[in-house]
Nanobody, 112 residues
Framework: QVQLVDSGGGLVQPGGSLRLSCAASGFTFSRYVMSWYRQAPGKERELVAR???????NYAPSVKGRFTISRDNAKNMVYLQMNSLKPEDTAVYYC??????WGQGTQVIVSS
């Protein structure tokens, strides 16, 4: 069945880095746009970054220059490298295969 498994979240100090991973299965991964969303407490879920099947990317203004989305079609994986993390990046991060499925989410907490 279709499945997305998010991992890599955790507690990090401001200015630190984390790399989120999303393992996909059950569909033809290489054909789909893949995205990372996040949802902070009391806020709506928002798009963080997106990557097309060809590798074109776009980012939310709040993370541009700090976060990098990438994919490995051979491994059915999508990644989100997050650098220069800020407290306002604290949220649950979700991987999404557009039009297919959501991951279960992974918690990121940025705090000293």
């Amino acid at each position: 069945q279709v499945q997305l498994v998010d991992s890599g979240g955790g507690l990090v100090q401001p200015g630190g880095s984390l790399r989120l991973s999303c393992a996909a299965s059950g569909f033809t991964f290489s054909r789909y746009v893949m995205s990372w969303y996040r949802q902070a407490p009391g806020k709506e879920r928002e798009l963080v970054a997106r990557i097309t099947s060809a590798g074109a990317t776009n980012y939310a203004p709040s993370v541009k220059g700090r976060f990098t989305i990438s994919r490995d079609n051979a491994k059915n994986m999508v990644y989100l490298q997050m650098n220069s993390l800020k407290p306002e990046d604290t949220a649950v991060y979700y991987c999404k295969a557009e039009g297919v499925a959501w991951g279960q989410g992974t918690q990121v907490i940025v705090s000293s």
